[in-house]
């Protein structure tokens, strides 16, 4: 196994990050006419006070190219130089081709391998570290790691226990190989822990619109094609697995808690969030939090709060930063970084 100090070991950097959120901003005000909810529930169970609704001309591609153009501005690469493009998202354009060919088409990526991963609210870090794999590898140079989501698509309007939790929104990060002794590089992955748990399928889902349970006629007014969760025990599964992913990346990278300067925690209830905090001895200004104004995105939720927390100064260079995120599956992953 090649680790760190192994000699034939390349590590990869993160050198940029860019973020879109689609500009329509829908309330929970806006959300208790919608439903029977107030923005007193909506802000005790779960922190969100707003999400970003995409316009109906705007797909996933399209929030996804504008996150990437920012990333790519901010690393100062060329659509040219980038030769891998992974799309973490749950809600792609279409079925097939992939929203990474699509993104490719917008931004002129045109000498990049491009694929979409499925690992739903884990799905940004599952695909830093595919893509690190490649890099290590030596195949790939230069990547696009990319979570983005529309779930507003995938949402049921009408049901009050999930409707008011996930939102719109795009993130992105260039990664790098580094040189191998160059390992003071900036932004640079130091460890990443992944699992899954298949047997918790039915907690979180979408059970329709695939092969099987295809929509039909019959079926299309029950709305299988919306998010299906049993709320209470996800969360339960959530805190207790981002726990152990964190505590098993700090030792894989032979760091501890008290290294620690900020955790990016996936994005989905601020409960979840204090309770990770909570467990890891964190005090709140080492937790990044931003998910009063955007809700749930999804895969996009680490990529966005890694830029905000890169752009407000949260983190700065040399920081070791933990993130780390659950969703769907079950699956859960964690990395390090020293930013
Ligand atoms: C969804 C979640 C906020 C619900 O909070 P909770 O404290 O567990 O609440 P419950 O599901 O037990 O519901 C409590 C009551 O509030 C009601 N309720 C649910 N949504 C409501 C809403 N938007 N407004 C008002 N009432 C609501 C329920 O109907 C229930 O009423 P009842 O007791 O009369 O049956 C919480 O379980 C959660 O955040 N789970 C994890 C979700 C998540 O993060 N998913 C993604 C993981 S990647």
Same mark, same amino acid.
């Given at each position: 196994m090649l680790t760190p100090s192994s000699p034939s070991f390349c590590a990869s950097s993160i050198i940029g990050t860019g973020s879109y959120m689609p500009e329509k901003v829908l309330t929970n005000e806006d959300l208790s006419k919608i439903v029977d909810t107030s923005d007193e529930w909506i802000t005790t169970r779960t922190g969100i006070k707003e999400r970003r609704i995409a316009a109906d001309d705007q797909a996933t591609s399209d929030l996804a190219s504008e996150a990437a153009r920012r990333a790519m501005t901010a690393a100062g690469v060329? +659509?040219?130089?980038?030769?891998l493009i992974v799309i973490a998202t749950v809600? =792609?354009?279409? @079925? @097939? =081709?992939s929203t990474a060919c699509i993104v490719q088409r917008k931004i002129g990526a045109t000498n990049a391998v491009c694929f979409d991963i499925s690992a739903a609210c884990s799905g940004f870090l599952y695909a830093l570290q595919i893509a690190r794999h490649f890099l290590n590898a030596g195949t790939r140079a230069t990547a696009l790691v990319i979570g983005a989501e529309k779930l507003s698509t995938l949402v049921n309007w009408q049901d009050r226990n999930t409707c008011v939790l996930f939102g719109d929104g795009a993130g992105a990060v260039v990664i790098r190989r580094a040189?191998?002794?160059?390992?003071? +590089? =900036? #932004?640079?992955? %130091?460890s990443t822990v992944m699992g899954s748990d298949g047997? %918790?399928?039915? %907690? %979180?889902?979408? =059970? *329709? #619109? *695939?092969?099987a349970c295809p929509i039909t006629p019959e079926n299309a007014l029950s709305r299988p094609n919306t998010i299906h969760m049993e709320g209470r025990e996800t969360f339960k599964h959530a805190v207790t697995r981002m726990c152990q992913a964190s505590e098993q990346a700090l030792e894989m990278a032979g760091l501890s808690k008290e290294d620690i300067a900020m955790v990016i925690p996936h994005q989905a209830n601020a409960r979840i969030i204090t309770a990770i905090a909570e467990r890891l001895g964190l005090p709140p200004e080492k937790t990044f939090m931003n998910v009063d104004h955007y809700g749930n995105t999804s895969a996009a939720t680490i990529p966005v709060a890694l830029d905000e927390a890169h752009r407000q100064g949260a983190i700065k260079r040399g920081d070791i930063v933990l993130l780390v995120a659950f969703g769907g599956g079950f699956t859960w992953a964690s990395s390090v970084l020293r930013w």
């Open positions: 060329t +659509a040219e130089e980038i030769d809600t =792609p354009d279409m @079925f @097939f =081709p040189e191998e002794t160059d390992v003071e +590089a =900036p #932004g640079r992955v %130091l047997n %918790l399928v039915d %907690l %979180l889902k979408v =059970p *329709g #619109g *695939g092969s």
